[in-house]
């Protein structure tokens, strides 16, 4: 069993000597018991779901401290990349080293944009593993603060896992197809995984008229875990 799902702020990074003035307010559990790592979930939620907070506690049951930041802290309705994104990831990462967790133990997951978002993260910051879930942006920068994945993910620094529906109206089969190539570049463990029938989120029921919807929930969110457990070690 885990603990329950509670509230904090994490102080964003500031040059030594000086105090923190602003945070990032984040929601966070933690598993009971000793735990194996950290993992920071981006998403675009702007309030929490059921279905959010009852994947950040299966998580915790497998033993990770889960830290999910409000990326909409400050105000406004544009997607958060670039530097503000990097400062709320650096933030969330310091909060849980600062709960014990081992650095290179921390994981990120996003789903949706805010999984263009974890994958940005991985080209840039020691993580251990990331994973993303139907992200966009393959082609295309998704604003003016990111950039291509097809561009990015060849410099990744941490084993990436993607996961897409084949029936993802939003996302081309063929740029998927061009992200596998690009990926294949990296000098770390890559894997993009397709749901053949499933629509924008492989790993939730996207309706009943998806033939083995629900065999597919189950492979996705196995892989989501069994790629934390090998690679944030």
């Not at 994973?131 to 003016?144: K, M, Q, R």
């Not at 294949?184 to 989120?201: C, D, I, K, N, P």
Request: with cysteine.
């Amino acid at each position: 069993m885990s603990g329950s799902i509670f509230s904090d702020n994490a102080p964003l990074r500031v040059p030594p000597g000086q105090e923190p003035t602003e945070h990032v307010p984040l929601t966070a559990i933690e598993p009971d018991g000793s735990g194996r790592g950290g993992i920071v979930l981006l998403h675009e939620s702007r309030e929490f779901t059921d279905a959010l907070t009852s994947f950040m506690s299966l998580l915790a049951e497998e033993g990770w401290t889960v830290a999910a930041p409000n990326l909409f802290h400050r105000g406004g309705d544009d997607e958060v990349f670039g530097d503000n994104l990097f400062d709320d990831f650096d933030a969330t990462f310091d909060w849980l080293v600062s709960r014990g967790v081992y650095a290179d133990c921390v994981g990120v997951i996003g789903f949706d944009d805010a999984g263009t978002a974890a994958a940005l993260v991985a080209t840039t910051r020691p993580v251990g593993a990331a994973v993303s879930v139907a992200a966009p942006g393959i082609v295309e920068p998704l604003t003016g603060d990111a950039t291509a994945l097809v561009d990015a993910l060849p410099s990744l620094k941490a084993p990436w896992l993607g996961l897409y529906g084949q029936a993802d109206e939003r996302i081309p089969a063929d740029h998927v197809e061009r992200l596998q190539e690009a990926v294949a570049t990296a000098s770390v463990a890559t894997l993009v995984v397709t749901y053949g029938g499933q629509g924008h989120r492989p790993d939730e029921a996207t309706g009943p008229e998806v033939e083995d919807g629900a065999e597919a929930i189950v492979d996705a969110q196995r892989r989501i875990f069994d790629w934390f457990d090998s690679h944030l070690r």
